[in-house]
Structure formats: structure tokens, C-alpha cells
């Protein structure tokens, strides 16, 4: 079975700094990997997804993730932090004989003027 | 445009009561599921259906019946609310299972006394 797992519950950063969310994930088959944001009170919104083509992936608002098999990894990244990005993160599996859609716990992301 | 349309968007149950979660969706997606968002857990997988006719257990499926009759429908009956039970419900669809971007609906929030 798949699993996902995202390794800080909350990030904080000063706005105009990187941010770097990380997401490991677990699966014996070829995994879909994806972000997903929930802004306070709204609802989900993909910012990106890998399928396979190439590893590193561009999403909106700037944001991007590169997958790295050899770590099992999927981290979520952007180059400078806008006070609109403040929200929860979640990272995304879906891999195996099964259609699950598997959920992390989420990363808070908390933007510093 | 529709899209993933929820109701109700709030409900209060008493213990022991049951309720049904409508979820209709107008994109002609295949792919079709519920998770529950709860405080630090993220959104677990409830039930999911790759079509009409076929439904499958997810991550937390105790205490949950759903069915899918036709492509548009997948209700999420609740046949007996425990305080447990108390949770904000999300309804998801996708074009490609699970390979493709999940659709939300909006959210129904539940309470259970």
C-alpha cells in the first residue's frame, strides 16, 4: 500500500525567503505524485502533479517540486515567499493496484513580513 | 459550471441519527470519492468509485455506506452518527482516476451531539 508522509506539520518563513515544504513518500509501483493548497475556509487547489514525464515539475504561483526516486521524495519548493502563500500544503499519492488517492497530514506554511 | 456540488454544507445530527451527504458532479468524471478533513490528521480516504456500479473502501471506511447508481451521484450515508463522526466532508472527482487532478466540492461540515 501507499503512503505519504510530510515531514513538518508547520514551516514558518520571512516573505521574499525560499520555501521548501518536504513530502517522502512510500510505494512499490510507479507513484502519481501531487500538491495540493487549502487556503483558509476554501477549498483544494492542485498546484501541481508528476506522472511520470519529467522529474521536475513547474506548478502555479510559482511554485515547483522535483521527484527523486532514489530518496523517495517529492518536496515542494518556491524561490521567494508572497504573504499569499500562507496556507496548508498537502502532498498527494496515488500509486498500486488500488485507485486510492492517499492524503499527507498537511504543512502549515506561515509567511513573516 | 457546476463542477462537485455538496449538500448540505452544514448539518448537526444527534447521536444514533442517520443522515445522507449528497455529492453530484456534472464533468462526466468516472473517478469519484469522499475524505474527511479533520484538525492535524489531513484529509483521509473514506470510500471511493472507479464507475457506476463499483465502489471500494478507503483508509477509514467504519461507520460509512456509499453507492453509485450513475456516473453523476456518489451519496455518503451515515447510518447511525457517533461524535466521532464530527468533521468537515469533502467530495472529490477526477477525469483520469487516479492519475488525474481531483475536483472538490465545496465541503459539508458535520457535528454530532
Known amino acids: 500500500a501507499q503512503s505519504v508522509t510530510q515531514l513538518d506539520s508547520h514551516v514558518s518563513v520571512s516573505e521574499g525567503t525560499p520555501v521548501l515544504l518536504r513530502c517522502n513518500y512510500s510505494?512499490?509501483?510507479?507513484?502519481?505524485l501531487f500538491w495540493y493548497v487549502q487556503h483558509p475556509n476554501k477549498g483544494l487547489q492542485l498546484l501541481l502533479k508528476y506522472t511520470s514525464a519529467a522529474t521536475l515539475v513547474k506548478g502555479i504561483n510559482g511554485f515547483e517540486a522535483e521527484f527523486k526516486k532514489s530518496e523517495t521524495s517529492f518536496h515542494l519548493t518556491k524561490p521567494s515567499a508572497h504573504m499569499s502563500d500562507a496556507a496548508e500544503y498537502f502532498c498527494?499519492?496515488?500509486?498500486?493496484?488500488?485507485?486510492?488517492?492517499?492524503f499527507g497530514k498537511g504543512t502549515r506554511l506561515h509567511i513573516l513580513p | 459550471n457546476a463542477g462537485v456540488t455538496q449538500t448540505p454544507k452544514f448539518q448537526v445530527l444527534k447521536t444514533g441519527q442517520s443522515m445522507t451527504l449528497q455529492c453530484a458532479q456534472d464533468m462526466n468524471h468516472e473517478y469519484m470519492s469522499w475524505y474527511r478533513q479533520d484538525p492535524g490528521m489531513g484529509l483521509r480516504l473514506i470510500h471511493y468509485?472507479?464507475?457506476?456500479?463499483?465502489?471500494d473502501q478507503g483508509e477509514v471506511p467504519n461507520g460509512y455506506n456509499v453507492s453509485r447508481s450513475t456516473t453523476e451521484d456518489f451519496p455518503l450515508r451515515l447510518l447511525s452518527a457517533a461524535p466521532s463522526q464530527t468533521s468537515v466532508y469533502f467530495c472529490a472527482s477526477s477525469y483520469s482516476g487516479r492519475r488525474g487532478e481531483l475536483f472538490f466540492g465545496e465541503g459539508s461540515r458535520l457535528t454530532v451531539l
Open positions: 498527494v499519492v496515488s500509486a498500486g493496484r488500488d485507485d486510492k488517492i492517499i
Open positions: 468509485s472507479v464507475g457506476a456500479g463499483i465502489t
Open positions: 510505494s512499490s509501483y510507479s507513484p502519481s
